[in-house]
Nanobody, 126 residues
Framework: QVQLVESGGGLVQAGGSLRLSCVASGRTFSSYAMGWFRQAPGKEREFVAAITRRGDTTFYANSVKGRFTISRDNAKNTVYLQMNSLKPEDTAVYYC???????????????????WGQGTQVTVSS
């Protein structure tokens, strides 16, 4: 069992930056690939970014590529999402998620992940 707690959300103007953090507890963090997803009101949850358990490979949704960066610090049991050049359409609840023992080709799938945090709200004003 893994518990995930996100933080770092908030209100920011378009063009600004935020860094989300997700702290994991309960099992060996380095055993898990990690992902970030988001869900806007009235929309389905969508993939944002993912990182393999060693941090050597990352994946991004086309909509955030070049603006967002996922990283992890296994010594701190934490995964980060650095979000730059934010746009109003980035407004959503952002969730981190964890999965163990899955092929990297599946890391962009919302149904791949076993554990989820409670989410943190990101609001980008125009």
């Amino acid at each position: 069992q893994v518990q995930l707690v996100e933080s770092g959300g908030g209100l920011v103007q378009a063009g600004g930056s935020l860094r989300l953090s997700c702290v994991a507890s309960g099992r060996t963090f380095s055993s898990y690939a990690m992902g970030w997803f988001r869900q806007a009101p009235g929309k389905e949850r969508e993939f944002v970014a993912a990182i393999t358990r060693r941090g050597d490979t990352t994946f991004y949704a086309n909509s955030v590529k070049g603006r967002f960066t996922i990283s992890r610090d296994n010594a701190k049991n934490t995964v980060y999402l650095q979000m730059n050049s934010l746009k109003p359409e980035d407004t959503a609840v952002y969730y981190c998620a964890a999965v163990e023992g899955i092929a990297t080709s599946r890391l962009m799938g919302v149904h791949t992940y076993e554990y989820w945090g409670q989410g943190t709200q990101v609001t980008v004003s125009s």
